[in-house]
């Protein structure tokens, strides 16, 4: 089974309006890290924000928050106020376990197109 | 600048010739991956170590090797590539425990032709 799902294969935005990607994640650990990842098209990967499964509140990074509903098992990454510079992939992945630093799980990822 | 270096950052290759890819990283970090990125997959680890002479399979590690012997280092080596092994790969290292990002390096463009 999937463990981190990404259904939107593709978004197209207007610039300066909100985005929301989707991403659900699976995982009967209850100690558990979710991170959003940006690859534009030169192809590196940005690290964009971060929420621990213990976090009380939604993380927050600039222009990117990361609304967490834990009993929903989803992690959706919203972006404000769109820029032409957000058109890139991006990527929801999952670490298990507090120590579980060796493994990243990724979603399948999302296109995401801002148009002028 | 704290940062994870691979090289090459393009590569054309013909099958059966060995390579290796290299990845170092100057953050004292203990931990180290090998991805490859496949379109409509997402990134699938191959390799990783936990530290120096310490590594494990990840969910893809056939026709790879890698490893360990500096903890800054860790190059991944396909010693007889094959076609289906084409493919942009990261290197990534994280600190323990792994709150906050996962460190990657710029990646990798394999062509096995």
């Known amino acids: 089974a999937q463990k981190i799902t990404q259904t939107q294969p593709g978004m197209f935005v207007q610039e300066k309006e909100a985005v929301t990607l989707d991403c659900t994640y699976d995982?009967?650990?209850?100690?558990?890290?979710l991170f959003w990842y940006k690859q534009p098209s030169s192809g590196e990967m940005i690290f964009l924000i971060y929420q621990g499964s213990y976090d009380q509140q939604n993380a927050t990074e600039g222009r990117y928050s990361l609304n967490f509903q834990k009993a929903r098992k989803s992690a959706n990454l919203v972006i404000s106020a769109s820029q032409l510079g957000d058109s890139a992939m991006y990527f929801c992945?999952?670490?298990?376990?507090?120590?579980?630093?060796?493994?990243?799980?990724f979603g399948q990822g999302t296109r995401l197109t801002i148009n002028p | 600048e704290a940062q994870v270096t691979q090289n090459p950052r393009y590569l054309i290759t013909v099958t059966g010739k060995k390579l290796t890819v290299t990845c170092s990283q100057n953050?004292?970090?203990?931990?180290m991956s090998w991805y490859r990125q496949d379109p409509g997959l997402g990134l699938r680890q191959i390799y990783y170590?936990?530290?120096?002479?310490?590594?494990d399979k990840g969910d893809v590690p056939e026709g790879y090797k890698v490893s360990r012997k500096e903890k800054r280092n860790f190059p991944l080596i396909l010693e007889s590539p094959s076609p289906n092994q084409t493919s942009l790969y990261f290197c990534a290292s994280s600190s323990s425990p792994a709150v906050g990002g996962y460190t990657f390096g710029s990646g990798t463009r394999l062509t096995v032709v």
């Open positions: 992945a999952m670490r298990e376990g507090l120590r579980g630093a060796q493994k990243l799980v």
């Open positions: 170590s936990m530290n120096v002479e310490v590594t």
């Open positions: 953050m004292n970090h203990e931990y």
């Open positions: 995982t009967s650990d209850p100690s558990y890290g």
